[in-house]
């Protein structure tokens, strides 16, 4: 378990000499390792953290027509928390398993945005076949946003969106001369929001 605190009072030299970028924040976290028997471990940890920054920013006015220097504060909260399973199989073979959490959350002068992410992973590892040494797996990864807009002069759009990745893949290493000449073959496909899918 472990507590930080950051504290600058004074503001770093900027053009002007606007004192605008005060800033604190406080972070907390810890890590917890568990071994339940001679084939199994289990890793978590997890991480918070809250403060504000201070921020200039130059806002547009449509009436009149304008461009306004603005110094505020940006506040920031957020957290995360990573949970891992590894399992020993015979030999060298094993799999594990990890799962992660992520929420942030930033609030400016311009738009807030609160973002939460999952990310699944699974990896097996077969190492007792005949003269081949397997590796397979697969991913998920979602990171859905939602933006308020606050200036009528700002706005992203869409103000809701899910960036996201699912992904499988595959890796051989055949030994065509054990101990001397390998020949490893690999392949992965992922499926993202952007580009849709591919190997």
């Known amino acids: 378990v472990g507590l930080r605190y950051f504290n600058i009072f004074g503001p770093r030299q ?18 917890v390792d568990w071994q339940p028997s001679s084939r199994d471990s289990l890793t978590a940890s997890s ?3 809250g403060g504000k920054t201070g921020d200039q920013n130059a806002i547009g006015e449509f009436f009149p027509p304008s461009q306004l220097i603005v110094d505020g ?36 002068s311009q738009f807030t945005e609160t973002r939460n992410t ?27 946003s939602h933006l308020v807009q606050t200036q009528a002069t700002v706005n992203f759009s869409p103000n809701n ?29 992922a499926y993202d929001m952007y580009s849709g899918g591919g190997v």
Do not use: C
């Open 47 to 49: 991480m918070v953290y």
């Open 161 to 189: 969106i899910n960036n996201y990745v699912y992904s499988l893949f595959a890796q051989d290493a055949f030994q065509l001369v054990p101990d001397r000449l390998t020949l490893t073959l690999g392949s992965k496909f």
């Open 14 to 31: 900027n053009p002007g000499g606007d004192p605008y970028d005060r800033w604190h924040q406080a972070r907390g976290g810890f890590r």
């Open 73 to 108: 504060q940006q506040v920031v909260s957020g957290g995360d928390l990573v949970v891992r399973w590894d399992h020993k199989l015979a030999g060298e073979s094993g799999f594990y398993v990890e799962g992660y959490f992520d929420r942030t959350n930033r609030a400016t």
């Open 118 to 144: 999952v990310d699944l992973d699974f990896i097996d590892h077969i190492a007792n076949l005949p003269r081949q040494d397997l590796i397979f797996g697969a991913g998920l990864r979602e990171s859905p």
